[in-house]
């Protein structure tokens, strides 16, 4: 009898050997400023879950470890860009802050006392879930103790087999409430992040996806969430998907789109983040979604982040919906994302054998 390989598998093999691709940044750390926070995310040798193939969309740069002598002098470069309004840090790595596995304790140890030392009074830690534990928050605690601390964290979608089989993101929702809950109890608060832009959604989809997704972090104790349009990275699964046809960067206007449907809680604490093509100047990402038809778009993110109160979002995604024509929707492809994860890999070519090994 012939067995069938799960699509997932398939995709994990094909990321992993298009991540594998991935060259070496030199740099010791990537800065980015947004909304009076500075983005440090500290060069690692890469999260160990993309390198295992999961996430077809994510590559963050990586570059090489720094040892523990190191880290003073390469914090003091980083944190020399914080603005004197800065009110937060948001500490990354190439993956996971808090994984000992890619940033050994000493090292983490290290890299929380120089944010200590500065005078921005919240330090966002941006770490997968299943990273946190009674350790890893019980250092934060000790290296940070007079800053507010934030964990953020990779959600993307609510829905388990979108996660499965159009992200190939091993995330357990059912761990979730438990891990908030943790985090909570030291005191801190958490964030989750979200995309819009899933590949093997119909456009549809893709709205409805982010929009319960936000609203399903909050029912489950999230406190804030973060929404990301897709942008396409070299050297993903992703990237071999935009070449064959079977992924196209989403219109920006599907974030406001989707943010019309969140209630006033979900909609006043839900945070934006996209890669400005003035302001960002990333490599990596070789197609970004499109403004056509929207161009006041990035006014009116910058404008839906300096407002806080849902009445004026409201108002705001009233605005840029008015002003904007509204991209033809996609129809979703047929079948199940079980199903459509299998085409999508027959497209691309990538054949298994039983033994879950590569073929030619
Ligand atoms: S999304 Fe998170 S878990 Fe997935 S590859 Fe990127 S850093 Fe790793």
């Known amino acids: 009898m012939?067995?069938?390989?799960?699509?997932?598998?398939?995709?994990?093999?094909?990321?992993?050997?298009a991540k594998s691709a991935t060259p070496k940044d030199s740099r010791a750390t990537a800065i980015r400023r947004q909304y009076g926070m500075t983005q440090i995310c500290l060069q690692t040798d890469g999260c160990?879950?993309?390198?295992?193939?999961?996430?077809?969309?994510?590559?963050?740069?990586?570059g090489r470890l720094p040892s523990k002598d190191d880290v003073p002098s390469i914090m003091d470069e980083a944190l020399s860009m914080v603005e004197s309004e800065d009110r937060s840090i948001l500490i990354?790595?190439?993956?996971?802050?808090?994984?000992?596995?890619?940033?050994?304790?000493?090292?983490?140890?290290?890299?929380?006392?120089?944010?200590?030392?500065?005078?921005?009074?919240?330090?966002?830690?941006?770490?997968?879930l299943d990273t946190v534990d009674e350790q890893s928050?019980?250092?934060?605690?000790?290296?940070?103790?007079?800053?507010k601390i934030e964990i953020e964290f990779g959600l993307e979608?609510?829905?388990?087999?979108?996660?499965?089989y159009c992200l190939n993101k091993d995330v357990d929702l059912r761990t979730i409430d438990k891990q908030i809950e943790l985090i909570h109890s030291f005191g801190f608060t958490t964030s989750a992040n979200v995309i819009i832009g899933t590949p093997l959604l119909g456009t549809e989809e893709q709205?409805?996806?982010?929009?319960?997704?936000?609203?399903?972090?909050?029912?489950?104790?999230?406190?804030?969430?973060?929404?990301?349009?897709?942008?396409?990275?070299?050297?993903?699964?992703?990237?071999?998907?935009?070449?064959?046809?079977?992924?196209?960067?989403?219109?920006h206007i599907l974030v406001p789109l989707a943010l019309s449907g969140l209630d006033d809680r979900a909609l006043a604490t839900v945070s934006l983040s996209w890669a400005?093509?003035?302001?960002?100047?990333?490599?990596?990402?070789?197609?970004?979604?499109?403004?056509?038809?929207?161009?006041?778009?990035?006014?009116?993110?910058?404008?839906?982040?300096?407002?806080?109160?849902?009445?004026?979002?409201?108002?705001?995604?009233?605005?840029?919906?008015?002003?904007?024509?509204?991209?033809?929707?996609?129809?979703?492809?047929?079948?199940?994302l079980m199903e459509r994860a299998e085409r999508a890999c027959d497209l691309l070519g990538i054949r298994m054998n039983e033994d879950n090994l590569p073929l030619p």
């Open 2 to 17: 012939k067995m069938t390989i799960d699509p997932s598998v398939r995709m994990n093999n094909a990321n992993r050997s």
């Open 48 to 62: 160990r879950k993309g390198m295992a193939g999961s996430c077809v969309f994510c590559n963050y740069p990586c």
């Open 92 to 128: 990354g790595s190439s993956g996971s802050l808090l994984d000992p596995l890619e940033v050994p304790e000493d090292i983490l140890r290290k890299v929380l006392e120089c944010i200590e030392g500065t005078d921005c009074g919240k330090v966002l830690v941006e770490t997968r």
């Open 137 to 147: 928050l019980r250092l934060l605690q000790e290296c940070l103790p007079g800053k």
């Open 157 to 164: 979608s609510s829905n388990q087999d979108v996660l499965k």
């Open 207 to 251: 709205i409805r996806d982010a929009a319960s997704t936000i609203g399903w972090a909050m029912d489950h104790g999230a406190d804030s969430t973060v929404l990301f349009p897709v942008n396409v990275r070299r050297h993903t699964l992703l990237e071999s998907m935009l070449h064959k046809g079977i992924y196209a960067p989403i219109n």
């Open 276 to 336: 400005d093509p003035n302001q960002i100047d990333d490599d990596c990402i070789i197609a970004r979604p499109s403004d056509d038809g929207c161009p006041g778009i990035y006014e009116f993110y910058n404008s839906f982040m300096a407002a806080d109160d849902p009445a004026d979002r409201r108002g705001l995604i009233s605005s840029i919906l008015a002003e904007s024509a509204i991209p033809i929707m996609h129809s979703a492809p047929k079948g199940s």
